[in-house]
């Protein structure tokens, strides 16, 4: 008897959404038992659930409509146009449109590459009288330096607020992200940890952030949430500052009460073994180096690796060949022509633009699909 021939071909998606019955029938009962579709009870709920979830109070929760809205709400609360922002320049655009939305200047700075959270040392050199604020974004949902980043922001004089789009569920320092410090923003798009549809949320221990976030969201409409969780409008009303439509809706917030509590006893668990399975198989491989994490503590929303020696293009189209499908995180945003077209540069964060890979990682994926990827990849190493 030989041996069975390898498997040479399964199609493994990089990422997807996982919903199913439950979802639809809370979408259901929004459309047949309530019928209000817009931002009401529904919405209300999931911000008291995620509260308790976090374990903040009710009032430190706003939902809208997505995560760059959240990124976008808390930076106009927390500056003015023409202010600058210390942020790590290898994330999703999405941190940096949402920063310059505002008129505030995203100022891109360098990442560890150990663990791709922000150089605070290279931040430093970049603070200048126009500084206000350090954006630290939770890269793949791991928060590295957070402490430290809460000392340095100390030291300077300038606010907090976390892109934690990819760290919803994750704990640091005992704590959940999110819970303690100043502001985080969190995504719950159709691939993250948990999602609602699309949607995200602002979470601060500032009363005043939240204030204006929740007018924010109803078009400046001042204290509109208020009215609105109680099935109402407001008529008569003052505006006062610039605001959006960004709300989070009734069906959107369903989906979100569903898949929260799915989160620590079903997406979690299945994440950190993915993370933890592709580390163990992979160990051996010299080619390819994974980032710092704590999976006792991450829940991981992607799993990015570095692929030395300039073979990253050459294993993904290897990898694409055998049906696996892989990502990079990110384009660094320095190198966009809207955020100064590569005029800086920045040699870590191009290094690892030039190695980065991300390797399916997702609920729906179950372990032969995991073990056949990592197997391509040491097929592709020789290993
Ligand atoms: C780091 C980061 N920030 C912000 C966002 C924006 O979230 P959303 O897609 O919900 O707008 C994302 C989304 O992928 C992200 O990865």
Known sequence: MGEKPAE??????????IVG???????????LQDGYLGMGKEVQSFERELAEYL?????????????????????????????????QSLTFVATYQAISATGAVPVSCEVLPESVTIDLADAEK??????KAVLPVHYAGHAGNLAEIYTFAKRHNLRVIEDAAHAFGGDYDGKKIGSFGDTACFSFDGIKNITSGEGGAVVSSDPAVISAAKDARLLGVEKDTENRFKGARSWEFDVTRQGYRYHMSNIFAAIGRTQLRRLDNEFAPVRKRQVADYRESLAGVAGIKFFETDLKNVVPHIIPVRVLNGRRDALREFLKNAGVETGIHYKPNHLLSLYGGGATSLPVTEMLYGELLTLPMHPGLNDDDVAFVSEAVKRFFDV
């Open 8 to 17: 040479k071909f399964r199609a493994v998606r990089l990422s997807r959404s």
């Open 21 to 31: 019955k439950a979802e639809a029938d809370a979408v259901s009962a929004v459309i």
């Open 55 to 87: 374990g903040v109070s009710p009032d430190a929760v706003c939902c809208v409509n997505t995560g760059t809205s959240a990124v976008h709400l808390a930076v106009q609360a927390l500056t003015r146009p023409g202010d600058e922002i210390l942020v």
């Open 126 to 131: 970049k603070i200048t009288k126009k500084t």
